[in-house]
């Protein structure tokens, strides 16, 4: 679970990370070519700065990978799926409770379960390098190879 935790921290990281990167949305180019940000504002109502700052308390006090691994064990603990359940569907519908378990299930459900691609090519290039023809430069075994499945 540990390893979990780590993969699903070191996923949000590289996320925030690419999320800062992008150009922002609201920007504005100086006069030397600069981008200048404007500053985002926040709608505060008057009963805004009367409520606490955290709703429940010492969750605030928990670190980001704590966190994770509390969603973790409740994800593992509410896991109650059919043996027929579509898995996207699934998460689809469950993304709100786990929300950083769900970015690494994105991850992995994301991964196309066949490989029809490369075996073809790996049949095709065995049906062309036979024993008799073992002597054939790599070179030429890659273009025998691409003109078989072009052509």
């Not at 505060?44 to 064990?73: C, D, H, M, W, Y």
Request: proline fraction near 7%.
């Amino acid at each position: 679970m540990t390893k979990a935790a780590a993969e699903i921290q070191t996923l949000l990281e590289t996320q925030a990370v690419s999320a800062t990167e992008s150009p922002p949305s609201h920007a504005s180019t100086g006069a030397a070519g600069e981008v200048q940000r404007e500053p985002k504002r926040s709608k505060r109502t008057p009963s805004s700065f009367f409520k606490k700052a955290s709703a429940q308390p010492g969750l605030a006090t928990l670190t980001n990978r704590e966190v994770i691994e509390i969603e973790l064990k409740s994800y593992l603990q509410a896991l109650d799926v059919e043996g027929e359940v579509d898995p996207l569907e699934w998460w689809q519908l469950h993304q709100a409770n786990f929300p950083r378990v769900a970015s690494l299930a994105k991850k992995y459900l994301s991964i196309p379960a066949m490989s029809a691609p490369s075996d073809r090519a790996f049949s095709t290039s065995g049906n062309i390098v036979k024993y008799h023809r073992y002597a054939l430069k790599p070179e030429t075994v890659d273009k025998l190879v691409f003109l078989a499945n072009n052509l």
